[in-house]
């Protein structure tokens, strides 16, 4: 089992940044990729960006040049820096790890809202 718990979510004006953390813990040893998903009201929930193991990472065109996934292996953490925040981009953000048999962990979600 593998446990999630993120943070940083809150209130912040367009323009404006926010940090999201994502601690694992548990039987760690079995992910190969952590990721960010976000669904808003009435919509699906959407890949936002995720990183590998090896580093390699991936972002949905609308964050592109916005947001920055980075993990902290020592800490096994994985975070995301959010820049010029939208109000289209209000939504909750959950973590989610991988693993190679397709099985994916949740995190309990955390709120972002952008607005003025």
């Known amino acids: 089992q593998v446990q999630l718990v993120e943070a940083g979510g809150g209130l912040v004006q367009p323009g404006g940044s926010l940090r999201l953390s994502c601690a694992a813990s548990?039987?760690?040893?079995?992910?190969?990729?952590m990721g960010w998903y976000r669904q808003a009201p009435g919509k699906e929930r959407e890949l936002v960006a995720q990183?590998?193991?090896?580093?390699?990472?991936n972002y949905a065109d609308a964050v592109k040049g916005r947001f920055t996934i980075s993990r902290d292996n020592a800490k096994n953490t994985v975070y995301l820096q959010m820049n010029t925040l939208k109000p289209e981009d209000t939504a909750v953000y959950y973590c989610?790890?991988?693993?190679?048999?397709?099985?994916?962990?949740w995190g309990q979600g955390t709120q972002v809202t952008v607005s003025s």
């Open positions: 548990g039987s760690i040893f079995s992910i190969n990729s």
């Open positions: 990183i590998t193991n090896g580093g390699s990472t």
């Open positions: 989610r790890a991988g693993t190679p048999s397709g099985y994916n962990y």
